[in-house]
């Protein structure tokens, strides 16, 4: 015994008659079934150039040092701000006032120069790493990582640089995936 309210069509539509941007393909006809193509535009002059600027490794390199130094420079005066001085309850409030200031001002300039200085670092080793393998994987992702790691933690000798270069690597990773994942 068949149920005669079904039609044997299956209906796209949500509860409020709203389409839900998702189509089944209807079972009545071949014919009714339609695929959609989106289109492909091909990139005009400017676009290419633009792409082709972004492509060299020093351009961006540049470019990253410039973002991360501009990170860093402001987590230097979010953290310079929370420093407290050592001798809270002698100073006036003019004197916490500019030591803060200072403070503000040094951690700022610190953290610029390593944010800039780890940014360009591995961009130009994940470039370089990218345009020798003619591939864009986690590869090198981690080389890149593990250069940045290791040129700056270098000062502290080889097992320190060990550490850096595991370390950043790993966390260069995480990124990639978390990134890669939320795209």
């Not at 929370?82 to 610190?110: C, H, I």
Request: with cysteine.
């Amino acid at each position: 015994m068949a149920d005669s309210t079904s039609s044997g069509k299956e209906s796209s539509n949500d509860s409020d008659g709203t389409s839900s941007g998702f189509s089944e393909p209807m079972a009545e006809t071949p014919q009714a079934q339609v695929t959609q193509v989106n289109s492909f535009r091909m990139p005009n002059m400017d676009e290419l150039r633009a792409q082709e600027v972004w492509n060299n490794c020093a351009i961006r390199s540049v470019a990253s040092g410039v973002m991360g130094g501009g990170l860093g420079l402001f987590m230097g005066l979010f953290l310079g701000a929370l420093d407290n001085p050592l001798m809270q309850d002698e100073m006036s409030a003019r004197q916490q006032f500019v030591y803060t200031a200072k403070q503000m001002g040094r951690r700022s300039w610190s953290s610029c120069k390593t944010f800039a200085v780890m940014g360009f670092v591995f961009s130009a080793a994940e470039c370089i790493v990218e345009k020798a393998r003619a591939k864009h994987d986690v590869t090198n992702t981690v080389v890149a990582g593990c250069v940045t790691g290791g040129s700056m933690s270098a000062r502290g000798g080889p097992k320190a640089a060990c550490v850096g270069c595991a370390g950043f690597a790993a966390f260069s990773v995480v990124i990639e995936k978390f990134l890669e994942r939320h795209t």
